[in-house]
């Protein structure tokens, strides 16, 4: 509806009625009684302006302007459902009193004299969707005796409740009624002709009845309790609801129902404002089951999309307890799974309280052996049956699986459940039960627990699970293995007799810890020594084997052979015999001890990267060390392991004390993003530029600017020869064992890096295994929620116990926050803060949050050593400790 099409009956109402543009907060139509008041001003006209003119005040005399009045706020869109204010003819503008004027000079000729002075009462809302962005405002005159053209406010507040039961009258389509809550049951006691218009009732239907004849059969029950208890408690309200015409008719019913109060602030009276928005009510209806129809339709898809994420855990256990939460969230009431193996046990439970059968000494029952056969869950769990429904109200025996699991869940659940089975490609790997009742009312869509629909969609459910649940417990079988037997076969321990010698391996996590590089450190005598570093292709169990044969070979050989290139020659040979498939590099040196602290180093390569040789040089002045000049060892080589079918030669270079041999593997030079050439130059300026006079500094250099993101796996050895004797090192056992991984920020990595961990404490042999993974968890998922960019874990083994990095895009330090009720969060930190010392220290390109875990202890106190505390942001302060290369 447009400005034009406004009733005619709004120009000549006896009261001051206003149109306001919500947008701009213009007044765009005044009737004559508002024009009156405001004299000669053009419309448009912002609405405090149109109030200046009209001279407009509170009861207290302030400009409307100056406080948060009526006015303002219903421009802003604000219902006001009734206030008092006061009109000030003193305040008007000059405009206002001259057309005041000539409105007085023509009312012979039927014109409109602008009498209203004094108290107004004012009343605004938002209209309808036919004048959407609008709002109309309207001033009724409140008169009576007492009320005097220029009134103070204490006269105002005396004869308020008077003037309004005797003048309160308005001749526009709102809905006007006054109750007296002196009366018993707050009757009406006067309702204007619009209330008539819209209900049906006449004065004398209502008049003496409480309102509530309005409601009938539809009236929500709940709306009708706010309205009463805001009566009760003597304040106004707003509310919209279904309400009954005279007709028995229906329509949606906005009310606004203000108190108006005497000079000593009893209630005398509430002024009900009521308008027709059945047409707004049932447009969003249509909107909102519009919508519902849409959740409906993707509802089947939604559920599978949220499995799917969930059972792509490669930890098995984990991807079961997701599940089950998934649909305790969705289309149970409760959800768990059951796995028989030499006991019945529970695995995963979510909802109805069930989460404790999870718990130490509650989820494993009897022996599988001791039960009886005739048992419908034992069917579904053998994989006799491929699902059945129990009635939990129908008596089971004890000695059956059904029994059993009656008896665990007792009285938290009731009703009907659906057992399904959890099945791979050969075998029933677990069953799971899903209750039969209704699922959480905040997830609408999703078919009735009766309705075929819903078995299938837990049949679909079940299947996909099932055999996501297979692939991992293959890939875990596996990659265990291939990690088991490559840990087993590099060496515990690098020490050299009188060389400084340090170390590194690290897998790629693309490849899940299982590669073919090696290195080998090999004490052959007092005076020779032996150092191996090779690379086999691929990245599985054969390649791990491969890697295995070859350093056993090359021991053996390396022990019984000084000359690298002889050791080839013989390696070349019996690879040949056993039929070594992989293709492999590797580079083999020897050191033999000479006078004054040099050794001779000879090497023979097949087909591996140059081994590099620095040579320091000195500040003159300060006898320090300022960089290396490098050499490439890039003589001697040849093809492949096993490729070779001639001689293969050795090249020989003396070293001096403070002389630096660096070997590798691509991993370390090797990315996507560059030539490989590149990388080998970018590996030499490192060296170039390190200053550091010991093995184990010169090798964090070389990682902090190549190691970071390995793209393949990586090893890396760094030996150096010593000054004089007191430079070198004491026996030692090899560097920390260390474990990097980058994931991407999603959700998915969280439970893939529980997994790595869990999988890295089993090998390392640490027993804080649950810790590891708690506090893992809780890091990366901060991570995932609050960073950016690739997220990178870090575990290493170090004397002081098993210390976890975790590395994001985002500056911002990590914050402690309160904890959420109902379990919404905020516990992350805290619980961190409870199993070990924490702290973060910015990168250059975001933060890494490390957290320290003790052997032997299970819950950390806080210590004064640079354990973690808060800081005034909840940020911790602490400086993290640098593992001990």
């Given at each position: ?23 701009s ?31 407009l005040?509170?009861p ?64 605004g ?22 009320l ?46 619009a ?7 006449t ?85 909102e089951r ?42 149970a ?12 046990e ?21 022996p599988?052996?001791a ?15 491929d ?9 089971r ?11 665990t ?18 075998a ?11 699922g ?7 078919p ?25 417990r ?20 690098s ?86 498939a ?14 004054e ?6 090497w ?25 000049s ?133 090998v ?57 009720p ?9 619980v ?11 990168t250059?390109?975001?933060?890494l ?37």
């Amino acid at each position: 509806m447009s400005l034009s099409q406004l009733p005619r009956v709004m120009d000549e109402a006896d009261a001051a009625v206003l149109v306001v543009d919500l947008a701009s907060t213009r007044v765009e139509y005044a009737n004559l009684r508002a024009m009156a008041m405001a004299g000669d001003v053009s419309l448009p006209v912002g609405i405090d302006e149109w109030g200046h003119h009209a001279g407009l005040v509170s009861p207290g005399g302030e400009d409307l302007t100056e406080t948060t009045g009526p006015l303002s706020r219903v421009a802003r869109g604000e219902p006001v459902a009734g206030e008092l204010i006061r009109r000030d003819s003193d305040k008007a503008s000059d405009d206002a009193a001259g057309e005041r004027r000539r409105q007085q000079d023509a009312s012979d000729d039927g014109g409109l004299v602008d009498d209203v002075v004094g108290p107004l009462w004012v009343t605004g809302f938002p209209l309808g969707e036919s004048m959407q962005g609008r709002a109309l405002v309207v001033f009724m005159r409140l008169t009576g005796p007492g009320l005097t053209a220029a009134p103070g406010p204490a006269e105002v507040l005396a004869t308020q409740a008077t003037a309004v039961r005797d003048r309160a009258v308005i001749a526009t389509d709102l809905s006007f009624t006054i109750s007296d809550p002196a009366l018993p049951d707050d009757p009406l006691v006067w309702v204007n002709p619009a209330f008539t218009r819209t209900t049906g009732y006449t004065s004398d239907d209502v008049v003496g009845r409480n309102c509530r004849f309005l409601q009938g059969p539809g009236t929500d029950r709940e709306t009708v309790a706010r309205i009463s208890a805001a009566l009760r408690e003597g304040r106004g309200c707003v509310e919209t609801l279904l309400n009954y015409r005279k007709d028995g008719s229906a329509f949606w019913n906005q009310v606004s129902v203000t108190p108006v109060l005497d000079p000593e602030g009893r209630l005398v009276n509430f002024v009900g404002v009521q308008a027709d928005v059945t047409e707004r009510v049932l447009v969003q209806e249509q909107r909102e089951r519009a919508l519902l129809a849409e959740q409906r339709a993707r509802a089947g898809l939604v559920l599978l999309d949220r499995v799917s994420d969930a059972v792509i855990e490669l930890d098995a256990t984990a991807a079961m307890e997701r599940l089950a939460l998934v649909l305790a969230e969705t289309i149970a009431p409760w959800a768990l799974v059951v796995q028989m193996d030499r006991n019945v046990e529970v695995v995963a439970a979510s909802g109805s309280a069930l989460e404790e059968l999870v718990g130490a000494g509650r989820r494993v029952g009897p022996p599988v052996a001791a039960l009886e056969a005739d048992d419908p869950l034992r069917a579904v769990c053998e994989g006799a049956a491929d699902e059945t429904v129990v009635d939990l109200a129908v008596p089971r025996r004890s000695g059956t699986v059904t029994g059993w699991f009656a008896d665990t869940v007792g009285s938290r659940v009731e009703g009907s459940y659906l057992a399904v089975q959890l099945a791979g490609r050969d075998a029933v790997i677990a069953v799971l039960l899903v209750g039969l009742g209704p699922g959480p009312a905040e997830q609408p869509g999703f078919p009735a627990p009766d309705d075929d629909d819903h078995r299938k969609l837990v049949r679909v459910v079940a299947r996909r699970t099932g055999l996501s649940l297979e692939n991992a417990r293959l890939y875990a079988r596996e990659h265990t293995l291939a990690e088991t037997l490559q840990r087993s076969m590099l060496p515990q321990r690098s020490g050299i007799p009188g060389l400084d010698v340090w170390t590194h391996y690290a897998p790629n996590v693309d490849h899940a810890q299982v590669g073919g590089d090696w290195y080998d450190v090999l004490p052959i005598s007092d005076d020779v020594a032996g150092l191996v570093v090779g690379d086999v292709v691929g990245h599985d169990v054969e390649a791990a084997a491969t890697m295995g044969q070859l350093r056993s070979v090359v021991r053996s050989y390396a022990y019984e052979l000084e000359d690298p290139g002889s050791v080839l020659m013989r390696v070349d040979h019996l690879a040949a015999g056993m039929g070594i498939a992989r293709m492999a590099s590797l580079v083999l040196m020897t050191l033999r001890r000479r006078d004054e602290g040099q050794w001779d180093l000879s090497w023979s390569s097949a087909g591996h990267l140059p081994a590099l040789v620095g040579t320091p040089r000195t500040d003159p002045a300060g006898g320090e060390v300022t960089g290396y000049s490098v050499r490439r060892l890039d003589s001697a080589q040849g093809t492949l392991v096993g490729l070779g079918e001639g001689a293969r030669f050795s090249d020989t270079v003396r070293l001096r004390p403070g002389d630096v041999v660096v070997a590798y593997t691509d991993g370390l030079i090797e990315r996507r993003s560059r030539p490989m050439a590149e990388g080998l130059e970018q590996l030499v300026g490192v060296l170039q530029g390190a200053t550091g006079s010991l093995a184990d500094g010169i090798g964090e250099r070389l990682l902090a600017a190549l190691g970071d993101s390995p793209e393949d796996d990586t090893a890396v050895v760094v030996l150096r020869v010593p000054v004089d004797v007191s430079d070198v090192p004491a026996p030692r056992a090899a560097a920390p064992r260390q474990r990097r991984w980058q994931l991407p920020s999603d959700p998915s990595s969280v439970g893939k890096a529980r997994h790595a961990t869990l999988r890295a404490c089993a090998v390392w042999g640490i027993p804080q295994v649950e810790l590891a993974e708690v506090v893992v968890s809780e890091l990366v998922a901060n991570a995932v929620m609050h960073g950016w960019g690739i997220v990178q874990l870090r575990l290493f083994d170090t004397a002081p116990g098993l210390r976890i990095e975790v590395e994001d895009g985002n500056p911002e330090p990590p914050r402690l926050v309160p904890h959420r009720p109902l379990g919404e969060g905020g516990h992350g930190l805290h619980v961190v803060g409870e199993v070990a010392r924490w702290g973060w220290s910015p990168t250059r390109s975001g933060k890494l949050v490390w957290a320290q875990l003790q052997p032997g202890t299970g819950r950390l106190q806080p210590t004064g050593d640079g354990g973690a505390t808060a800081g005034p942001h909840g940020a911790t302060d602490a400086a993290p400790p640098t593992p001990t290369p």
